[in-house]
């Protein structure tokens, strides 16, 4: 078959290939033998190939006949097998290679160098690596995309070219960054630092360009100061931060997703993120705060809150935020809220306000038809007093449509007090009458 492009072999539970099995199709450019049973490449592979995927097999070692003179091949995939040890310079032949897959092969260490000077996208995700040495990265002068997540690091590896756009250190064992491993990154627009063992951030404000930085599941006690000031999207979640001061966000004037969610925040500074002009996006669920921050910017369109110890929401707090589209107060302590509230908000879409300890008066009932006019998606939460309606949904009590029936007008409020009582006389006796009756309906 001399004319044959592209051989998939994919899961055939291929154990061996002959060596120069595939030598004779000389027009071949792809080479698919994804999960499979091999445990090595076959050698003298045709060449003018320029993608080999070999992922999910069992490969234990590389040979340097194996990519004996494929200077063609662009994409090289030999992700989840079982290199633990490897020499970069068995790459060496591969002079336009611009993809190398290595992730999951339990490596412990890797040696050699070989210069690809057309390699964009390099990932060693999910292996036993600890360190770099010191040159290793400069043989890949254009280098855009890093992957080295799920390591052992202990520190970001040295000298990264300066070509490098996205960097990728999550769930390593870093401790600190600093100036010298990211002045040199010009052109670095995402870092991701998740899941490590950061106390501090304060190195990266070399890396002006940065656009989106993940600081999430680290041991920072503080908020980081002096962050780069393209930032648009910071993560910050599941970290040990108790407060936010003005002081903090000055200079952030491009974010527009900020993540506090799994803090131990007590306080937020009024005003604290005026400074943030385009901020969309603020999730703050799961901490210690009592009540709704100050000054939030106008430009919300998404507020969670969930988890919180807040318990009264006001129209002061929320009557600016005009664009905001989706409002999260679940698992609060709130027990009332206001009709205004509602009606100073025009955009909103989803509104989450249940697990908290409703007390079900007249006064939802205009809260809940507001909110069935404007189409909301509501998640409104159970009933926690009065006792007449303590376990009922009160956007769905009929026990409420029954006592309340006229909560619009103002001169009603006597004759519904009187309707109460008379209920509960009415549910007094009916108890008395039955023992066994259960108060808890």
């Given amino acids: 078959m001399p004319g044959l492009q592209e051989l998939v072999l994919f899961s055939t539970g291929i154990e061996t290939i002959e060596n120069n099995t595939f030598k004779s199709l000389s027009s071949l450019k792809i080479l698919e033998l994804w999960n499979n049973v091999l445990t090595s490449i076959p050698k003298s592979l045709p060449l003018k190939l320029e993608v080999l995927k070999c992922g999910d097999n069992s490969i234990l070692s590389f040979t340097d006949e194996e990519f004996a003179g494929l200077t063609k091949l662009k994409v090289l ?26 992730d999951g092969n339990g490596m412990h260490t890797i040696s050699g160098v070989a210069r690809l000077p057309n ?22 002068p254009n280098l855009q995309h890093l992957r080295l997540a799920g ?16 960097l990728r250190l999550e769930r390593n064992h870093i401790k600190s960054v600093r100036f010298r491993d990211f002045k040199q990154l010009e052109n670095l627009f995402d870092l991701n630092l998740s899941g490590n063992q950061l106390f501090s ?6 890396a002006t360009n940065l656009t989106s930085l993940d600081l999430s599941r680290n041991q920072l006690s503080t908020f980081p100061h002096k962050l780069p000031t393209k930032l648009q999207r910071l993560d910050c979640s599941s970290n040990q931060i108790s407060k936010i001061t003005v002081q903090d966000m000055k200079g952030l004037a491009n974010l527009k997703h900020l993540f506090l969610d799994n803090n131990r925040m ?9 400074w943030c002009v385009h901020l969309s996006n603020l999730a703050m669920e799961q901490n210690l705060l009592t009540s709704l921050p100050l000054g939030l910017p106008t430009t919300l369109t998404r507020l969670d809150l969930k988890g919180n110890k807040i318990d009264h929401v006001t129209v002061h707090n929320v009557n600016h935020l005009k664009h905001l589209q989706v409002l999260n107060l ?12 509602v009606q100073s908000l025009p955009r909103l879409r989803h509104l989450y306000l249940d697990g908290n300890p409703w007390n079900c008066t007249c006064s939802l009932l205009k809260v809940r038809r507001l909110l069935l006019d404007k189409g909301t998606d509501i998640k409104e939460g159970q009933c926690a007093e009065p006792p007449y309606c303590r ?13 309340c029936e006229d909560p619009y007008t103002l001169n009603k409020g006597k004759e ?14 009916y108890i008395s009458d039955d023992e066994d009756y259960d108060t808890g309906y």
């Fill in 119 to 140: 390699l964009r996208y390099l990932n060693l995700e999910n292996n036993k690596l600890m360190f770099f040495y010191e040159n290793f990265f400069t043989h890949f």
């Fill in 201 to 206: 951030a304060e190195g990266l404000q070399v």
């Fill in 77 to 102: 995939e030999v992700q989840n097998n079982l290199l633990h040890t490897l020499s970069f310079e068995i790459f060496s032949p591969l002079t336009n290679l611009q993809t190398l897959n290595l």
């Fill in 416 to 429: 519904n007090g009187e309707k109460i009582k008379v209920f509960l006389s009415d549910l007094k006796t």
């Fill in 266 to 274: 007590i306080a937020f500074e009024d005003k604290a993120l005026q």
């Fill in 330 to 341: 679940k698992n609060n302590k709130i027990t009332s809220i206001d009709d205004e509230i």
């Fill in 151 to 166: 390591n052992q690091l202990l520190k970001v590896p040295p000298q990264l070219p300066k070509s490098l756009m996205s």
């Fill in 391 to 403: 376990g009922e949904r009160w956007m769905s009590s009929n026990t409420m449509l029954r006592i």
